[in-house]
């Protein structure tokens, strides 16, 4: 995309003010990709702010090292956005995946980015750089950045990108992963990542709370349409008995796939007020689509969605009878 990042590049030499986001709960793409490119953006003289309008998972914390990371406080930080002249939207493509910080962003006057490798973006931004085939967006920070810099990146930003395509592959089993993928993260190894070290932070530091959970999830996990679904339900009670949140069961989804003969996976979380539903598929199921019908989006195999209107047991209903239709 040498177009779309010599268009970065000019804006980014014209401007100084830059605040960087992501989308709510951020996960390792979001959070990486935010921590190497302000640290680039940083080496260059620019003032670089992360704001994200969710805490930082703890698992992530450690990436707070490499660079601050901010949480969203409308009466302390409105006023970085306003100040902005750039703002960068990372790993999502909807203002709506920003909560909290919607109205200011969208209110604002700097000159906005996207860059992300989701579906169907929506319009906000001047300049988007989206490839939808790579497997993280930290992939695509990885080109921009070795384009602008020609292949030097540093051991901060390194570390960034390595958390940011490790997780969103999977740790390097999901499909669209590939030799170009592996190509990629041997040269941040080169560069300063330490697979194990990251792997620790983002994997074996949980809390013996989330493991009660796990095992709630999987103890109740259920079989539909002759086997091919699997789903589990999180519901409040079982987060208000472990003493966890939804942050925890980030990667229960795909638990559901580990089963054989089943193609699609569902993890209903039940939280105040709504439903977060996390889709899953193997091959050629679009389960995107299906996230869609109850106003979600994502990937061919990965998306998710947020219901706030029916209660649980109506909401899982619907989606394992829309989910049928899906089945190969």
């Known amino acids: 995309m040498p177009a779309q990042f ?43 702010t992360i704001l994200n309008c969710s805490a930082t998972p703890e698992n992530y914390l450690f990436l707070t090292q490499l660079y601050p990371i901010l949480h969203f406080d409308p009466s302390r930080h409105t006023p970085l956005i306003e100040q902005a002249e750039v703002i960068i939207v990372l790993d999502t493509n909807h203002l709506d995946r920003l909560d909290t910080m919607k109205p200011a962003l969208a209110a604002s006057k700097a000159v906005k980015i996207c860059i992300d490798h989701h579906l169907e973006p929506g319009e906000f931004a001047a300049l988007y750089i989206i490839d939808e085939a790579s497997t993280a967006t930290g992939e695509i920070i990885y080109r921009l950045l070795s384009y602008l810099t020609g292949r030097s990146i540093d051991r901060e930003t390194a570390i960034g990108l390595y958390t940011a395509i490790m997780t969103d592959t999977g740790s390097f089993r999901f499909p669209k992963t590939d030799p170009e993928t592996h190509k990629i993260i041997a040269q941040l190894i080169q560069m300063g990542a330490d697979p194990s070290a990251i792997y620790d932070h983002v994997y074996e530091r949980g809390s013996i709370n989330r493991l009660h959970l796990l095992g709630l999830a999987l103890s109740n996990m259920k079989t539909a349409h002759e086997g091919k679904i699997a ?21 229960f989804a795909p638990y559901t796939l580990t089963i054989g003969g089943v193609q699609i996976g569902l ?15 193997k091959g050629d199921i679009w389960i995107n689509e299906l996230a869609k019908e ?15 209107s029916g209660s649980l047991n109506d909401i899982i209903s619907q989606v394992l009878e829309h989910a049928g239709s899906y089945i190969l």
């Open 6 to 48: 010599e268009t970065f590049r000019t804006i980014i030499e014209s401007h100084t003010q830059i605040v960087l986001t992501t989308h709510v709960n951020p996960d390792g793409d979001g959070l990486g990709t935010e921590v190497a490119l302000a640290a680039y953006l940083q080496k260059l003289g620019k003032q670089a």
């Open 231 to 251: 789903y589990i339900v999180l519901t409040r009670e079982m987060f208000e008995q472990t003493i966890t949140t939804e942050v925890d069961a980030d990667a």
């Open 267 to 281: 993890l209903f979380s039940e939280m105040n007020g709504i439903v977060k539903v996390s889709f899953r598929s």
């Open 294 to 308: 109850f106003g979600g989006n994502g990937h061919k195999n990965a998306a998710g969605a947020r219901i706030s």
